[in-house]
Structure formats: structure tokens, C-alpha cells
């Protein structure tokens, strides 16, 4: 018996292509940029608020699936993140 309200949320995987899963988005990316940051950063807040963007908006179960399809973590929300990987 499988239960009809399990609440499924549009995630994209490591492999950059969209799939239904159980699992909550903790994270939100710009497709376009390979960019992805926190739920409530600023500078997406503002694009969104804006109407801009919304349809290249991705979201992830975390950073390892969003690093792992070719996104980078955003400047403005995830600065030390950013910092580690552009000193490589």
C-alpha cells in the first residue's frame, strides 16, 4: 500500500535533470549561472521578487547532489564556500 500523501518536491539531480523526490530542497541555484546558494539568499530574493530568473531556477537536497551537476556556491549566502573553492 503506498501512501498518496507523501509530499514530493522537483529537485535536480547530480546529473543536472529534474526528478520527483521525497526528499526537502535545502537549496536553490540559477541554471543559466551554475550558481547555487541558500533558500533565502538576498540576491535571489531580490531576482525573484522581481519576477526575473524564476524559470531558471533549480533546487537541490544539498550541496554535494548541486556541486556535483556543475553549479558553484553563490557569493553573497555561501561567501566561505565561494572563497574555498575559487583559491583552488
Known sequence: MTDQNV???MLTGADGKS????????LGGHRKDKIYGTLD????????ACGHNVWQRDFF????TAIAAGFRPCFGCLR???KGIAGK
Not at 526528478?19 to 535545502?26: F, G, I, L, R
Not at 537536497?61 to 554535494?64: D, G, S
Open 7 to 9: 509530499k514530493t518536491y
Open 19 to 26: 526528478c520527483q523526490s521525497p526528499t526537502k530542497v535545502t
Open 41 to 48: 539568499c538576498a540576491g535571489a530574493v531580490r531576482w525573484i
Open 61 to 64: 537536497a544539498n550541496e554535494a
Open 80 to 82: 566561505e564556500k565561494y
